[in-house]
């Protein structure tokens, strides 16, 4: 299994007889333009970054980081830039090759919030359950 949270949301995977990771973030637009991907991010990743649009900025940038944060959960593959997650026309994640190869799955559970499943398999079902938030008493 694999577990991450943010803020109010928490996602958890859980899987059998396969490896898997998940990551989630709230999106701050302001921290996607500051040089975390010049430190962690592979060199074709940053171009990626430099050659879009400022309003795709946020969005592309949170995708990148949270399928390298699943993928390190999942395959322990360190460091960050020693592999690249890149994109189809369509806007989908490609398949990683590397060990077999690993598959990923975005879930944006709205513009503010971004998730990734990174998994050694094609063959998946997702599902979702959304409980309410309970608020603690004072």
């Not at 701050?28 to 430099?50: C, D, G, H, V, W």
């Not at 503010?112 to 608020?135: G, K, R, W």
Request: proline letters at 3%; charged letters at 25%.
């Amino acid at each position: 299994f694999s577990l991450s949270k943010t803020e109010n949301i928490c996602v958890i995977a859980i899987g059998k007889n396969v490896k898997l990771g998940i990551d989630v973030e709230h999106v701050k637009p302001e921290y996607s333009r500051t040089n975390i991907a010049e430190e962690f991010f592979s060199k074709t990743e940053i171009e990626f970054l430099k050659n879009i649009s400022e309003d795709t900025m946020p969005g592309s940038f949170y995708r990148i980081w949270t399928a390298k944060e699943a993928l390190i959960k999942g395959h322990k593959i360190i460091p960050l830039d020693s592999f690249t997650i890149s994109f189809s026309e369509d806007g989908n994640y490609k398949r990683l090759e590397k060990d077999g190869g690993w598959y990923f799955h975005g879930i944006d559970f709205n513009k503010h919030c971004i998730s990734t499943l990174a998994v050694n398999t094609s063959d998946v079902m997702l599902s979702f359950y959304q409980y309410p938030v309970v608020e603690k008493e004072a």
